[in-house]
């Protein structure tokens, strides 16, 4: 097999021999070329095609930010990472959209190992020739709201405040109701009804709410469409009781904020690709529910048969071209198959599965495929002593949220 190759840029000379020596280590995996500053990556990247660039944020002339969006517009299908210190938070901002992942600096062996095998794993999974054409074939893909690449533009600005994403909900009235409907939710548990979109805002946090903007205004797009409205709101109800369940299995793992607001994202947009399929042949994805139901195939596995792809695979091809960060990517695609990952470690892909499969009444501890969660997966990273109390916590959710 082909290695594949990583370029990696930072300006510090002793950042680079660091990243020298680790890199030695997984030489026979990775061809690994080293610069020291953005022009140079760029006119590597001129030279020869890269599978990852790893770059620093705070570099002069062109900074972290800079150099992935050139590296995005030359070759959008390298994985881009930023190495990213403490002081740089302030900065992250910038990356909205040109970077797949945040790595924090200095970066351990492992921690870039997992990193680049997970996303070479899932570009490897989204770039089969089977699923490219499945995709090509579908008639009416969703497009990338406006709203929430406003949100994505304003917050590269480090300035940005949350009265200013405030001001951008309010200008739209469905999303601005529900997201005071969310915030006043039992699941969030306040105990006072908030009435200020600010104060909404300052609770739920951006991440939450560029996740909300993405997900209300694509169920939006296919509102009045050929998907039958009971259809629409089942796909809604289940996708946000699985956003809910999955930050709570995050936050119960005491995961950081950043996992709890890649499981609540990955959680909303998970079944996108049932959306796009349903939509292509409506009558057709009946069919196959009924059909799955009924015998007890997976519904992937029909959805393969029908569709070329099934909607995992779907939802997160579109994803990976909107630019969604990798974890969240990678636990839409493999939400019914965890055993995939190239991680075997807690992230948002565990906290997905296990919250997809928590909402369906067969939901037993199995290695089975489907709807079911995989005990397999979880015994291979070490949490399948922590199902009972996570699914105990799931059940006791409240979630009173209608459809946007």
Sequence with gaps: MDKKRVLFVDDEPMVLRMLERLMRTLRDEWESVFVDSGRAALAEIDRTPFDAVVSD?????????????????????????????????????????????????????????????????????????????????????????????????????????????????????????????????????????????????????????????????????????????????RLWQHSFATAAASRTIASLREATRKLQDESFTAGLLHDLGKLILAAEDPAAYAGLEAESHRGGTPLCQLETARFGAHHAE?????????????????????????????????????????????????????PSPGNKVDLVYLTAIGCDGELEGWMSAVRNLGLGINSP
């Excluded at 490897?124 to 994505?152: C, D, G, H, K």
Aim: proline share 7%; hydrophobic share 45%.
């Design 314 to 366: 779907v939802g997160a091809y579109l994803l990976g071209l909107w630019g969604l960060p990798t974890p969240v990517v990678e636990a839409v695609a493999l939400h019914h198959e965890p055993l995939r990952t190239a991680a075997p470690e807690f992230a948002a892909l565990t906290a997905v599965h296990v919250a997809n499969a928590s909402s369906h009444p067969d939901a037993l501890p199995t």
């Design 57 to 233: 944020m705070r570099m002069p002339s062109m900074d972290g930010a800079e150099l992935l969006t050139a590296v995005m517009e030359r070759q959008p299908r390298t994985i881009r990472f930023i190495l990213s210190g403490h002081a740089d938070r302030n900065l992250i901002g910038r990356c909205i959209g040109a970077t797949h992942q945040f790595l924090a600096k200095p970066c351990e062996l492992e921690t870039l190992r997992s990193s680049l095998r997970r996303a070479l794993t899932l570009q490897n999974l989204l770039q089969q020739p089977a699923l490219q054409t499945a995709v090509a074939r579908i008639r009416a893909l969703p497009v990338l709201p406006t709203l929430y690449s406003e949100m994505v533009e304003r917050l590269r600005n480090p300035r940005c405040t949350t009265l200013e994403i405030a001001s951008l909900v309010a200008r739209d009235p469905s999303l601005a109701a529900q997201s005071l409907k969310l915030v006043n939710s039992a699941f969030f548990g306040i105990g006072r009804e908030i009435s200020d979109l600010h104060e909404a805002v300052n609770y739920l946090g951006v991440e939450t709410m560029k996740s909300l903007a993405l997900s209300f205004r694509i169920f939006e797009q296919f509102q009045g469409g050929p998907i039958p409205a009971a259809l629409l709101e």
